[in-house]
């Protein structure tokens, strides 16, 4: 159900001036538009399709584990059948402007296949001029514009058998999604849901200069930027009614900093190499707006981030020897995230309190340290090995705010859920540590063949923030924690899972060809050789217990309801690619 069409094509015009045998201009004008469409399925009164509902896996007791591989897969025919094996009739849809019922005939989709639409039309203007103030001294400036209007929507790509779907969320009480549209009803290629514009102008200077001396060579840069963002709502809310249609508010942000690039030349092999920046980094438009698709309210806690990055490096270019070793330390401060999902509050189910949240985290700290060296040999004119190794570790420095907004409860904050205890707690998304060892044959008749191993240690799991908070497993009634909330017992069921090492073996090959005056080329490349199948590329854990109760209970089930969502590596892939130049 899940396919994503991505037409999205560039119309770029370039202006070249050589302004003087010392300086030139140069300016670059560009447009891009297009789409970006991602398929899923959607249902209205109707059960959960996904095979990976909590209630149809082998852990809730209903079906073996046999029987689940035996129907792990999306059952499009009784979707269909569900669809289209009924009588078309009659259905309210509403009242019109005299107050008299407006029906419908035919029959309405309880499942659909729907699209989440992006529609991009982006400006960039990009003007650089450089010159040469003296021999060993140039100076740059760039200014750039950009303009983006983004049109969001959600669209209806097939009804599977159905006429017709309804434009009302079955999770509110079958809520109108547009109050000035009562009677709509989408069909193939409408809009339904949520409808709105993503507005964002942005404006930049950079100015560096770049000085070099026998054993030294200075890059040195200051810049600044300045954003406005805005939402454009199409459909008004019930819930929301002054702040779902139309324009919100603009949010402006100003950026700056510094960065620089300072290298010693040691001799012409040896050199050692510092980078360093500071500066300030804009909210992005996904990061403003805490629940777009149906208000505008700004994400509680919103700012720029800070971010100080520094690393170091010893570099070593040899003819039959090259090295590069080097150390990093980044800070970044203020950072923003935001996850979206069902939270279970209280574990009377059925309560205001446990409902679809907006989650936003606020003010996180994060520290990325570590060293990396990389080392190649030319063993023989056609033979080279490679080793690099990376060892990191990142980690959140301090316990963030965290606010949730949902359509119930509206904006919840730490006065609710108080701080995020996560400090500490590792960044997921990557092993913090990896090695890789290589060889590459460059035959002297244009082909090559070449292969590595790598293995990766430290990945770790992203986490959801609500069951980190104080709210977790404290009591309101009492302020004291639940019973059983021991602090061992808490400690258990917030720690951070990490993954199992993992060791990959890839492989590649080639040849180039000269066909007249036009060069040819193919390559092959082979990952995952040897078929691992555990490996874990990405994850969350699921928000969905934030109570003690539920969610101890759920641990000590030898499979539980709501474990982590993990994503694997599809095993050994191949990949083939062929070019001409002309």
Do not use: C
């Amino acid at each position: 159900s899940r396919i994503r069409n991505v037409f999205e094509p560039v119309f770029q015009l370039a202006h070249y001036w050589k302004v003087n045998k010392k300086s030139n201009l140069n300016t670059t004008l560009s447009y891009q538009q297009g789409s970006d469409a991602r398929s899923r399925l959607d249902w209205f009164r109707g059960a959960d399709p996904h095979p990976y509902y909590y209630r149809k896996l082998p852990s809730y007791g209903l079906v073996t584990e046999e029987e689940f591989k035996a129907n792990s897969q999306i059952n499009w025919t009784d979707l269909y059948y569900q669809n289209s094996n009924v009588i078309s009739r009659d259905f309210f849809v509403g009242n019109d402007a005299q107050g008299n019922p407006v029906f419908e005939t035919g029959k309405r989709s309880i499942y659909s296949l729907v699209e989440d639409v992006n529609k991009d039309k982006t400006i960039n203007v990009v003007s650089h001029f450089d010159t040469k103030l003296q021999d060993n001294w140039k100076l740059n400036v760039n200014l750039n514009y950009q303009n983006v209007k983004s049109d969001v929507f959600r669209r209806v790509k097939d009804l599977l058998g159905g006429d017709f779907a309804f434009n009302r969320n079955a999770f509110d009480s079958d809520a109108l999604y547009d109050v000035d549209n009562p009677n709509y009803i989408a069909r193939v290629g409408d809009r339904t849901q949520f409808s709105y514009d993503l507005l964002r102008s942005a404006y930049g200077l950079n100015v560096s200069s770049e000085i070099d001396f026998s054993k030294w060579n200075v890059v040195a840069s200051v810049f600044s930027s300045y954003s406005e963002s805005q939402r454009d709502g199409h459909y008004r809310s019930g819930r929301y009614l002054n702040n779902s249609k139309g324009k919100s508010e603009i949010f402006d942000a100003f950026d700056a900093g510094i960065k620089a690039k300072i290298t010693y030349k040691i001799n012409g092999k040896n050199f050692l190499v510092y980078n360093g920046g500071f500066f300030s980094l804009a909210p992005t438009l996904n990061e403003i707006f805490i629940n777009p698709r149906v208000v505008d309210f700004v994400t509680p806690g919103v700012d720029n981030q800070i971010i100080n990055s520094n690393d170091l490096s010893y570099i070593l270019r040899g003819q039959i020897l090259k090295v590069r070793l080097s150390a990093y330390y980044t800070t970044i401060s203020n950072a923003t995230e935001i996850s979206r999902y069902y939270a279970d509050v209280e574990s009377n189910t059925g309560t205001s309190l446990s409902t679809l949240v907006a989650e936003a985290l606020s003010g996180a700290d994060k520290r990325y340290m570590g060293a990396e060296l990389g080392v190649d040999v030319k063993i023989t004119p056609t033979l080279n090995a490679n080793l690099v190794g990376s060892y990191g570790d990142y980690e959140y420095t301090n316990n963030p705010d965290v606010a949730t907004f949902d359509d119930l409860n509206g904006f919840r904050g730490t006065e609710e859920w108080g701080k995020v205890n996560i400090k500490d707690y590792k960044v997921a998304g990557t092993p913090q540590k990896a090695f890789s060892a290589g060889l590459r044959y460059n035959s002297p008749k244009f082909w090559w063949i070449g292969a590595s191993a790598n293995y990766l240690m430290d990945q770790y799991l992203d986490f959801s923030a609500l069951n980190k908070t104080p709210r977790m497993y404290t009591d309101p009634l009492t302020g004291d924690n639940y019973t059983g909330a021991t602090p061992e017992a808490i400690a258990a069921l917030t720690a951070q899972k990490k993954f199992d090492d993992q060791f990959m073996l890839n492989a590649n090959a080639g040849k180039s060809f000269i066909i007249g005056k036009y060069r040819m080329g193919i390559s092959l490349s082979v990952s995952n050789i040897l078929n691992n199948r555990d490996y874990v590329t990405g994850g969350f854990e699921q928000g969905r217990n934030v109570n003690f109760k539920d969610a101890f209970d759920d641990s000590q089930r030898a499979t539980p309801y709501f474990g982590p969502k993990l994503w694997y590596d599809r095993g050994t892939q191949f990949f083939a690619n062929v070019y001409l130049r002309f």
